[in-house]
Every structure is written in C-alpha cells, then in structure tokens.
C-alpha cells in the first residue's frame, strides 16, 4: 500500500534552516505528483507546495516562495523541501501529500514531521 | 491566496444530515470543478473524503456526498453517525497554480 514517511524536523532558530524528507513507497513514485502541506499546532491545513512527477513544474505558497524549495529524487523515492530563513509562523507539522492523478486532490497522506521554530 | 471560507462549526444528531458550506471566488471554486474534501479526526492524518467536487474514492460511504454552485461548495454528510464527528476542510486549485484551504469546520455529532 502507499506509504510516505517523512522526516527531518526538530528544533531550529528563526533565521536558520531545515531540510526536510518524505520517502516514498507503495506506488510508482517517479509517476506521481506530490504536494507539502502544514498544520500549525492547533490550526488548520495550508498548502506549501507541490511539484509535479517529473520536476519540471513546482508551485510555492506565497507565505514561503523564495524561501522554500521543492525538489524530488526519483531515483530515491524521496521529496524534499528545502526551508531557509524560518520564521516562527513556519512551526508546524509539515506533511508530504501524494496527488490523486489528474485531479488536484491529496489522496494519500504520510503522519507528518514537526518543525519547530524558536529562539 | 485568501482561505476558502467555511463555517467555524456544525452539528447535528445522530442519522441527520448536515450540510458544510465552502465559499471561495471566481479565482478557486468557481473557475474549477477541483474541489476535494478531508477529514481529520484529533490527533490523525487527514483523509480525502470527496474529489473533483462530487467523486468519491473508494472505501468512503455514500452518505458523504459533495456538490458546488458558483463559487460555494458544499459537503452534505447523510444518516450521521457518532463516527462522522471530526475537523472538515475544503481544497480548491486556483488559477494561480496554487492550492488554497478552507479554515475548516468541526463537526460534533450531539
């Protein structure tokens, strides 16, 4: 079955940065669209970012563009995302989303990775 | 990229049906029939529940159903169940190429 487990959270200070991991099994990832979205504690669902199965398309929240990066290796079947210059409003649970094909929604979720930002 | 706007929350009693509402713009909901729907019980990982505004994947009940007009979707769930009671949010794609939330609603089942 589907399976995304992320990874690479933890404890970081405004300013510095994270990289985070979701490895992929289950599916045939390297034909698959994956998204990152957050939760804050507390909060609901934000969409951060999605990159398409082979790379070549990737789309930013404006609360993270130029700050965030999405990147995928195919090879490996893993996502990543790249988050500089955090902010504290960056804390959050951050969860790798895997698209339902040609449909733009996220049908299968990994159980997410804690990134908390504090001095 | 202004959120979906939902209700804070709604409620109803068992085997009644209730209605969550999801209003966006011409930029999200009314330019796309891109609609999807998760639950998320406390504490768990959300589920899709509804797709492309009115499909449902497979496993999900028929009691949950979803439709959308102009610019507002909504998610019907029929027959509640005390299992149903759960946070609900709407998705849309938007002409941006982003993805935008609803706020969510709660939903208690009295």
């Known amino acids: 079955q589907v399976q995304l487990v992320e990874s690479g959270g933890g404890v970081v200070q405004p300013g510095r940065s994270l990289r985070l991991s979701c490895a992929a099994s289950?599916?045939?990832?390297?034909?698959?669209?994956i998204h990152w979205v957050r939760q804050a504690p507390g909060k609901g669902l934000e969409w951060v970012a999605f990159?398409?199965?082979?790379?070549?398309?990737?789309y930013y929240a404006d609360s993270v563009k130029g700050r965030f990066t999405i990147s995928r290796d195919n090879s490996k079947n893993t996502l990543y995302l790249q988050m500089n210059s955090l902010r504290t409003e960056d804390a959050a649970v951050y969860y790798c989303?895997?698209?339902?094909?040609?449909?733009?929604?996220?049908?299968?979720w990994g159980q997410g990775t804690l990134v908390t930002v504090s001095s | 990229q202004s959120a979906l706007t939902q209700p804070a929350s709604v409620s109803g009693s068992p085997g009644q049906s209730i209605t969550v509402s999801c209003t966006g713009t011409?930029?999200?909901?009314?330019?796309?029939?891109?609609v999807s729907w998760y639950q998320q019980h406390p504490g768990k990982v959300p589920k899709l529940m509804i797709y492309?505004?009115?499909k449902r994947p497979s496993g999900v009940p028929d009691r949950f159903s979803g439709s959308k007009s102009g610019n507002t979707a909504s998610l019907t769930i029929s027959g509640l169940q005390a299992e149903d009671e759960a946070d609900y949010y709407c998705?849309?794609?938007?002409?941006?190429?982003?993805?935008?939330f609803g706020g969510g609603t709660k939903l208690t089942v009295l």
């Open positions: 989303a895997k698209d339902r094909t040609d449909t733009w929604s996220f049908d299968s």
């Open positions: 289950g599916f045939t990832f390297s034909s698959s669209a």
């Open positions: 990159i398409s199965y082979d790379g070549s398309r990737k």
């Open positions: 011409s930029g999200d909901i009314g330019n796309y029939n891109l």
């Open positions: 492309e505004v009115s």
């Open positions: 998705n849309s794609f938007t002409t941006s190429d982003t993805w935008v």
